[in-house]
């Protein structure tokens, strides 16, 4: 049974830093990419960032280049989200998911609930 099950999330304040995880259980994480979406209130789900699976290239939305970085520990089945000097804009409900490649949301076939990070201002 394919599972993601994301943690980390929480309160942090504005040029704070958080990590995020994505704990994939059920499959084989080398073969996939993970991507990383967000969600925040009122708005659509956007992508922010993605790890390949082969050769483990990282992707990411303009707005968190810099200041987010992905990996991924296949031994551990893992993959975390170190976001760094964040803003409240970064607010959102951030979900991992898994695809055959980065690429866009629907293409990814397994989804976490989410986990919600909160940015003070």
């Known amino acids: 049974q394919v599972q993601l099950v994301e943690s980390g999330g929480g309160l942090v304040q504005s040029g704070g830093s958080l990590r995020v995880s994505c704990a994939a259980s059920?499959?084989?994480?080398?073969?996939?990419?993970i991507a990383w979406f967000r969600q925040a209130p009122g708005k659509e789900r956007e992508r922010v960032s993605c790890?390949?699976?082969?050769?483990?290239?990282?992707y990411y939305v303009d707005s968190v280049k810099g200041r987010f970085f992905v990996s991924r520990n296949n031994v551990k089945s893992t993959v975390y989200l170190q976001m760094n000097s964040l803003k409240p804009e970064d607010t959102a409900v951030y979900y991992c998911?898994?695809?055959?490649?980065?690429?866009?949301?629907?293409?990814?076939?397994?989804w976490g609930k989410g986990t919600l990070v909160i940015v003070s201002s």
């Open positions: 059920g499959f084989t994480l080398d073969y996939y990419a």
């Open positions: 790890i390949s699976g082969t050769m483990g290239r990282a």
């Open positions: 998911a898994r695809g055959h490649e980065c690429a866009g949301l629907s293409t990814m076939d397994y």
